[in-house]
DNA sequence: ATGAAAGCGCTAACAA
DNA sequence: TTGTTAGCGCTTTCAT
């Protein structure tokens, strides 16, 4: 059995007009007393449920919010997502979800659904070789705010929610410099994306202002397990390091590793300090000091963004989330 | 801007019917190339797009699937989620996605969401403390199919998709024994829950069909703090057990923090087997050996029963994703 | 205080 | 091959 009870049918039982069932339903002042009651009261006994379709129809506008993300299963876009969610219930909004999969095609599709949906506000996380971010603007031309957060495009006139990556980066540098540290291995992740590259000039520009550029050696993993491999041979001089940086979750899991698997006590042995929302470090013992970047603040600051946006604030903004250092006991 | 061309608009620039512009559109046999190439370039032209708001009342149908969690930052959903919104989305699906944060008033808002939006199906993962499945369940009566997963109801009519906890455990338990082990400490969660009685009896049963029981000791563990205080107090004796077993990521975590703080090594001092997604046990060194329970799997299943259903399958049933034992280093 | 009627944009049965 | 028309369920203006 299908939702069956509608305006026409509850109007048609109690012989009055469909309108004024409307009326009564929305507890509109011109209606009375007696026939609110006699609607509501029907309305009850047959599980009316109004039709979302029609109302969208007419109101144009389905209080939907679509957010599009590379990947789900990502610590950081996680707790993201966690936030954006809770906000957009609390605020009447619905959350639909799609992935990209860092696939071009697919981000296209997904935002010609955002189109066709005529969501009310899309937050988007680009993947990393997108380039053209037209598709993307083109749903600002049809008054679909789009917040951009994380990974956001370089272009100028957009909305972006960005976690304080320099910030963020200087805070881990000077944490390390300040506890005397001697030799510090820092490594990034892909070079080619601008994070990374935000997070490397933070990083030596730090060292550099405090002289210390020569206790400090960069290198690159493009994955969790190449960090591991660095992490592994580099190590085979101890003396290569007394402390490891590690720019994000994927490169200090594979940093770990390696440390476990060579039995080194951190911090006596080799300190490590990262950039992370918070869920991995504290899975090690002793728990990882780390810059947070929490998906969670950025998630909300996004959603109050949108909100201004929908509200007409048509003031392009970059935002930022500050970074704090939660000390566990690795540095 | 807004979405502004209609099939009205064109068929009044064309000064040709609004259903010949719908038909051409849909590329009808009945409609001449002529006309149909005419349609199709002024469409073009002005960008337009079919309402789906209309679409959906029209058709009474959205297409649109909807996912319910306790909370979206868990590791094991994370990879159902994605499961799903990959399949929805190649089958031309939507996802919405809502939380309950295991409260039974937001699970019940929820469920209203699925109502008035006239989902095409739902996915449920029911929070701890429901034990009122009739909401859920008129769903069903209003033709909205719905499928549960993981947290499925005791309920019998209705369709569940469960990680096949028995299997698992056994095939935990008997990795265990046939390493020859000599104590093992079972170490599980909630003991309310059912699938963490399922997994004890799986277990204990195990251990008893080979005589082992004796060399057995089971407990329980809220939190992954919990965990790891019963942890390091058992192995205050060293000689308390010399195989942990984890019933899920979360023991885990807490299990491995012990370990880590214990220096102990893995897997001779200590063996460590869990029950597990994969995604925890892989970040450690050596690996940890567990019995998969793949969300991404079970979403698959899910997602296949759910497309059975909506093609009239009313055949209701409990279907199990098998466990297989992954080997790491820890055993 | 209530009703009549138009219309949101689209589809589809029926007519021509 | 194309057009006419009714209608999906609701909101809202304008009348009464």
Known sequence: MKHNTTLKKISSILDISISTVSRALKDHPDISDKTKKKVLELAETLEYEPNTYAINLRTNNSKVFT???????????????????????????????????????????????????????VFACISPNTTDVSPFLKLDELDIPVIFFDK????????????????????????????????????????????????????????????????????????????????????????????IFCMSDEILTGVMKALQELHLKIPTEIAVVSISNGDIPKLYYPEITYAETSGYKLGKLAFTRMMACLSGSTFIQELTVESVLIEGGSL
Chains 1, 2 share one sequence.
Do not use: W
Request: charged fraction near 25%.
């Open 152 to 243: 956001v495009p370089a272009y100028e006139e957009c909305n972006k929610i960005c976690v304080a990556d320099t910030q963020a980066s200087k805070l881990a540098a000077e944490a390390i410099i300040q506890k005397g540290r001697k030799k510090t291995f820092a490594l990034f992740g892909n070079n080619n994306l601008s994070i990374t590259k935000k997070r490397v000039a933070a990083f030596t520009a730090t060292f550099e202002q405090h002289n210390m550029s020569n206790k400090l050696v960069i290198d690159y993993a493009m994955s969790a397990e190449e960090a591991r491999n660095k992490t592994l041979s580099l190590l085979k001089n101890k003396k290569a390091a007394d402390t």
């Open 67 to 121: 957010l599009i993300v590379p990947n789900i299963t990502n610590f950081f876009y996680d707790s993201f997502i966690s936030a954006i969610e809770e906000e957009s219930r609390k605020n009447g909004y619905s959350l639909m979800i799609l992935q990209t999969l860092d696939d071009t095609e697919t981000e296209l599709k997904n935002l010609k659904l955002c189109r066709l949906n005529r969501v009310s506000g």
